[in-house]
Structure formats: structure tokens, C-alpha cells
């Protein structure tokens, strides 16, 4: 387990256009705008001092059962002042019902009692379109950026696949009524051994990668042709995009796919998937980088797949002679229910001035407005002090700022709020704060990174009136702890109704903050109120 070590301090009070969202976008970053407070009252202001924690984040729901992340993360981030992740992504396939070795019509003309058809495998490879960006188009082809990779780019991590062993369910095995779930630390199993060519296969993101040559064969090992493979973004496109290739092992799955296809397993996606269960990438390493690779694309070459390539050879019987030959490719898309499994680093974070905010399943921060409720009538006490003095709040902000001596280059572009009550250890509830939805119109709660006057990263504000304004008003007397963590778009509310905040984390940024230590001097983590 992760451990964090804990310590809470309480001071007093001192009196003193949701524009666009996208959540995996170019190098994990977004572009967002704030709405200007309300000036409109004469107004005084108070600040707040608050407590701000460390919180573990022990795993995060990672499927796509009841919400598809679209995203999924392979490889290897470390970095010494975060957790280290290793991400790995499990997948079922998903296959054509019409899977013919050879078609009938040929196995008509060509299979008579003078000729025989042998069909040799040239290549088996998992395919991995990178999401990228096209910079220049020269005489010698196009140039591209990396989009969406966090580490270092230029050190290997470890690639190894494996069949799994664990029947991927969308149905709870144990109430057929309800939804499935698998979360981010889920043990699949695996079976046999490793189904790449290359046990421990060395990988590096590479903008270059935007074709492979197929060696088409005979049966008697003769090289016949070679296919250049591209993938162009759209069928009216003739630029090729780069694409990750990891080479598995041949006969292998000559004898898992091809060989079967005639046979029952292949009759149906059902059988199928009870018969091959699913794939297992799974990364590992000390250094490395963090790729997320997009598995929801309209053009679908770009979506991630096993491709298999072979040749049928027409055989003289007599002679052995070769009388025609085949090329033929098969692709099995990863579809179905799939998910991401982060090992993370068991990591010791000191009690000091700092709070560590890092995503997938990393940690967060817990953050207590108004202190303890010291007479047990379930209302803390700093509420009940702020309510005798019939307060009108015209704006309530949340402002953490950003340690600058620690590496920014990975702070998310933003980050969010919501509420967590743990009177239930077990089973706590997560609910979103109320400017998440009252304020939707306008980015809800706000919690953009804001930079200072050199472009150095400086802030996360958060808009938190209305949450505010009911507490110290009278009309809610909820106030459970906040927590705070790195943004994915499913945080967001979709609806006023929508309350409840289903956790889900796949963005890998991090960025450590100051917390309320009054060390900190005027950059710690502070509740601002302003009031007529």
C-alpha cells in the first residue's frame, strides 16, 4: 500500500465560458476560458484558512463497460517526484464472421486431385496508430509531432503480450443483472507464455514509423513480392500517419487463428471470445515514456488491431511446382470490453509544505473548508460563526498555487473538484459540488491552470459560490471534505441532475502544489470570500 504520512492543521478565519473541453488532446493538454467576477456590489473580503492533505489513490476504475475513456495508456512514466506507473491495456477482439483461409472459389479451381493449396504466414504484428500531428510535407514524405507522450521519448520501456487467461465480462459474474467492472490494479491472468517475437521487445515512440515492408513467400520460401502497408487518417487521404508495430510470434498464431478459422470457434464473437479470451500488452521497465493511444477513431484503420498476413500457395502435385498464389490479410480490431491496468510505485510522500496531485492512480488531495465540528451538532463550527454574520457571498474561490521548483512540464491543464464523504469507509459517497452544474454554462468550478507574468505555471483557482453560498446562507448543511485531482472530461457533469461523480482517471499528468502551511506565505492554499 501506498503510504502517506498525515497531519492536519486549523486556523482560523482571517478578515482581510466553459469554452472547450477535450480529454485526450495533443500532449494531454486543453485550452479553456474564465468568467470575470461579479463586480457589481460594494463588497468586503475574508479569507478562510483551510486544511490541505495528501490523499492515496489506491486504484481507479479503468474499463469500458459503463463509460468508454476512448483513451489507453501503455508504458513506463518515471519520474522521482511521483509515483512510477507502468500501464498495460487488456483487450478482447473482435473478429469477421465470413473468415476464410481460402475462399471457396478458389479452393474450387484449385484443390483437385493434381494440385494442393499450402498457405504459409508472412507477418503477425499488433498495430498502434499514434495520435500525431503532420508539421511539414517534403520531397522524401511527411514530418510529424508525437502527440499525447509523457517521459522520456528516447529510453525504451518493455513490451510483452499474452493471451489472457481471464474471460473478459461486461455482466457481473456473480449478478448477471448488473454491470461488470474492472479496476486499474485487476489481476488478469495470463495464459502461456509471451505471444511477441521478441521476449521483453524494446519500444520507442517513433514519428518516423509510417510504413512496413510485407515479404510475400511461396511455401517453398520464395519470395514472390513486397507489400508496403500504409494507413492514411482518411479514405480521401494519400498521407501516411505513423503507427507503432509490435511483431508476434508467427506460427503461433498461424495455429490460434489461421488454422481455426474453419472451425467452430470462429463461428461466432461469442465463441470467440470464450475460445481466445482477450490480449494482455503489458509494459514494464524503469524509464521510458507514456503513450495514449486512441481505440475510438471514424476511419478504422486507425484503431488499434492484431494484423495477420499471409500468402496461399497453389502446388503441383507431381512436381511441387507453384501454379498461382494468394496474398491475403486478415485484421482483428481490439474491441469489446478492454481496460487499462496501472502498477504504480508504492511511494512514501513526507509530511511538509507540498501536496501531490497525479492522475491514473496516483494520489490527490483532500481539503477541509471550514474545520471541525466541535459541539457534534453536524455542522462545523466555522460555518456556524460565518451564518451569525448574515453574510451576502458574491463570489467564493478556491486558489492552490503551483510549487515552481518542482518540475511543472507535466502539470495538467486543469484540474477538479468534488466532494467525498467517508462516514462510510467502505462505500464513500461522491457527489459533484453544486457550480459544477449550476454554473456549466460558464466552466462550473472553474480549476484551469493559470500562469503568472513570466509564463511560468502558477495556479489552479476554483469557482465555488454557490457551494459556498448555501452553506454560510442556511439552505445546506453538507459540507464532507473536498477532494481534488487531475481532470478527465468524465468528470463533468452532464446534466443538472447528474450529482453523483463517478471517479475515472487515465490522464498521467501531475504537478505538486502548496498546501496550506503558513510557511507557504502568500502562495498557500486559501478559501477566499467576498461578501456585501
Not at 512540464?409 to 459540488?433: C, G, H, M, W
Amino acid at each position: 500500500m501506498k503510504k502517506i504520512f498525515k497531519k492536519s492543521v486549523y486556523i482560523g478565519v482571517v478578515v482581510s465560458l466553459f469554452a472547450v473541453v477535450i480529454s485526450c488532446e495533443k500532449d494531454f493538454t486543453d485550452i479553456g476560458s474564465n468568467v470575470i467576477s461579479n463586480t457589481k456590489f460594494n463588497t468586503n473580503e475574508l479569507t478562510v484558512d483551510i486544511t490541505v492533505e495528501n490523499s492515496i489513490v489506491e486504484r481507479v476504475l479503468s474499463d469500458n463497460i459503463s463509460q468508454e475513456p476512448g483513451q489507453y495508456l501503455l508504458g513506463v512514466y518515471a519520474n522521482s517526484n511521483y509515483e512510477k506507473l507502468e500501464a498495460s491495456i487488456v483487450s478482447q477482439l473482435s473478429i469477421s464472421t465470413d473468415l476464410e483461409l481460402v475462399d471457396s472459389d478458389t479452393i474450387t479451381k484449385y484443390q483437385t486431385s493434381t494440385s494442393n493449396i499450402v498457405t504459409t504466414i508472412d507477418t503477425v504484428f499488433i498495430k498502434l496508430p499514434y495520435q500525431a500531428t503532420l508539421t511539414d510535407i517534403t520531397s522524401s514524405g511527411p514530418t510529424y509531432t508525437l502527440d499525447s507522450i509523457i517521459g522520456d521519448k528516447t529510453k525504451a520501456f518493455n513490451i510483452n503480450v499474452y493471451e489472457s487467461d481471464t474471460y473478459l465480462s461486461s455482466l457481473d459474474p456473480l449478478d448477471p443483472s448488473k454491470n461488470n467492472s474492472y479496476y486499474s490494479n485487476f489481476d488478469f491472468q495470463k495464459k502461456g507464455t509471451e505471444l511477441n517475437d521478441k521476449i521483453n521487445f524494446e519500444f520507442i515512440p517513433s514519428e518516423n514509423d509510417t510504413v512496413i515492408y510485407v515479404k510475400r513467400r511461396t511455401s517453398h520460401n520464395v519470395l514472390i513480392t513486397t507489400d508496403e502497408v500504409k494507413y492514411e487518417n482518411t479514405s480521401n487521404s494519400s498521407i501516411p500517419i505513423p503507427f507503432a508495430r509490435i511483431p508476434l510470434k508467427e506460427e503461433v498464431f498461424k495455429q490460434l487463428f489461421l488454422n481455426k478459422y474453419a472451425d467452430s470457434e470462429f463461428d461466432s464473437q461469442e465463441e470467440f471470445n470464450d475460445y481466445f479470451r482477450g490480449i494482455i500488452i503489458e509494459a514494464s521497465g524503469s524509464e521510458g515514456s507514456l503513450v495514449s493511444f486512441n481505440f475510438i477513431n471514424n476511419t478504422a484503420d486507425l484503431n488499434p488491431s492484431i494484423e495477420v498476413y499471409y500468402t496461399n500457395t497453389v502446388l503441383n502435385n507431381q512436381t511441387g511446382d507453384t501454379i498461382k498464389t494468394f496474398r491475403q490479410n486478415n485484421s482483428f480490431p481490439f474491441s469489446g470490453v478492454r481496460a487499462n491496468s496501472f502498477k504504480m510505485e508504492e511511494k512514501m510522500y513526507p509530511v511538509n509544505n507540498e501536496v501531490k496531485i497525479q492522475g491514473t492512480a496516483g494520489s490527490e488531495a483532500k481539503i477541509d473548508l471550514f474545520g471541525p465540528d466541535v459541539d457534534n451538532n453536524g455542522i462545523a463550527d466555522k460555518i456556524e460563526e460565518l451564518r451569525a454574520r448574515n453574510l451576502l457571498v458574491n463570489d467564493a474561490t478556491l486558489t492552490l498555487y503551483v510549487n515552481q521548483s518542482i518540475d511543472t512540464t507535466v502539470a495538467p491543464f486543469r484540474l477538479f473538484l468534488y466532494k467525498s464523504d467517508e462516514s462510510n469507509a467502505l462505500n464513500p459517497l461522491l457527489t459533484q459540488i453544486k457550480d459544477a452544474t449550476s454554473e456549466a454554462s460558464f466552466g462550473g468550478i472553474d480549476g484551469f491552470l493559470d500562469r503568472d507574468a513570466s509564463g511560468k505555471k502558477e495556479k489552479y483557482t476554483f469557482r465555488i459560490t454557490d457551494y459556498v453560498s448555501d452553506l454560510l446562507s442556511g439552505e445546506s448543511n453538507y459540507s464532507p471534505d473536498l477532494k481534488l485531482k487531475v481532470f478527465n472530461s468524465t468528470d463533468m457533469p452532464t446534466a443538472s441532475t447528474d450529482t453523483i461523480f463517478t471517479y475515472k482517471s487515465w490522464n498521467p499528468k501531475a504537478v505538486t502544489l502548496y498546501n496550506h502551511s503558513l510557511g507557504n506565505g502568500d502562495k498557500k492554499a486559501q478559501l477566499k470570500i467576498t461578501f456585501s
